[in-house]
């Protein structure tokens, strides 16, 4: 397999083979990420893909069960060449039971319903997908390339095909400023969407980003560790959903999963008995490089 520059995927694809897909991001202008900024935006051939998948299959047989294409936004690839590699995969790897890739709202909804219907056929399980927020401002302000009524159409559209939808959020991304209105529009957002998966990011200012510029420059508060909770409690009971909540991320201060709603309240009391900790027990706020 050939890897162009660092490969990122979600924790929850620890186990998947990777082939990349694409190169880079094709919107790469989201104010908080670094991931690829060092990438010039590409889809790779067909040829190469399959080629790549032929000498995975040498070196793990038979025995790969779940396969992630990165780079970002994989989804924006032609989807006769997504159904395509999907279709090859499959046939490569007789017992794969899950193909997934990134997504972000801005290219799901160049995808009509019905080549989302043709993916979904042709194996494709889930799309990874990184809302951040479901609130305007903080949307606009990130540069994430898509409002929270996009979002909700794109998560909608996804969930029609059935195509399994995990959606991101970010918490802090507001700053101090809009971290209560961040917490319920994004809430809101997922309660129209009801994705099969939410996943919890703390926001990390990272180098080399806009976003880290401002923090620097005291234009974008930070959230403590406590103002953390308050919005993660927020989000969380704000939410009206099904959905498998995950806080997977070294980046929390609350590692809360389980399905909704049930499992709401015992991630609510957790929360509350954080709060009752000292805020000098958690880590100081991250700053700098994962």
């Known amino acids: 397999m050939r890897y162009e520059g660092v490969v990122y995927r979600p924790p929850s694809e620890a186990g998947s083979l990777l082939i990349q897909a694409t190169i880079g991001c094709p919107h790469n202008q989201c104010t908080f990420c670094g991931m690829y900024k060092e990438k010039l935006f590409r889809i790779r051939s067909v040829a190469d893909i399959k080629e790549d998948l032929n000498q995975a299959q040498k070196v793990y047989r038979n025995t790969v069960e779940t396969l992630f294409f990165p780079d970002g936004n994989t989804i924006l690839m032609k989807t006769s060449d997504l159904v395509e590699i999907i279709h090859y995969a499959n046939e490569t790897f007789p017992s794969l039971q899950r193909i997934t890739m990134y997504g ?13 219907l043709l993916l979904q056929k042709s194996g494709l399980t889930r799309i990874h997908s990184g809302m951040e927020s479901g609130d305007d401002i903080v949307l606009k302000r990130i540069c994430k390339g898509a409002s929270a009524e996009e979002t909700i159409i794109a998560g909608c559209k996804v969930k029609k095909a059935g195509i399994e939808l995990s959606e991101y959020v970010m918490l802090g991304i507001g ?4 971290s209560m209105d961040h917490a319920q529009n994004s809430a809101e957002v997922l309660n129209q969407i009801n994705p099969d998966f939410i996943r919890l990011r703390t926001f990390i200012p990272m180098a080399g980003t806009q976003l880290y510029e401002e923090y ?30 995950y806080s997977d991320h070294h980046s929390n201060y609350a590692y809360v ?15 509350d008995h954080l709060l009752t900790l000292p805020e000098e027990q958690f880590r100081p706020p991250e700053v700098g490089n994962l």
Do not use: C, W
């Open 216 to 245: 620097r420059q005291d234009a974008f508060g930070l959230l403590s560790a406590h103002e953390a909770l308050r919005e993660t409690r927020l989000f969380i009971a704000s939410l009206e959903v099904t959905s498998m909540l």
């Open 104 to 116: 972000s709202s801005k290219y799901i909804l160049r995808k009509s319903e019905e080549e989302l």
């Open 175 to 178: 700053g101090k400023e809009r």
């Open 257 to 271: 999963n389980g399905r909704l709603p049930a499992a709401k309240e015992e991630m609510l009391q957790t929360i």
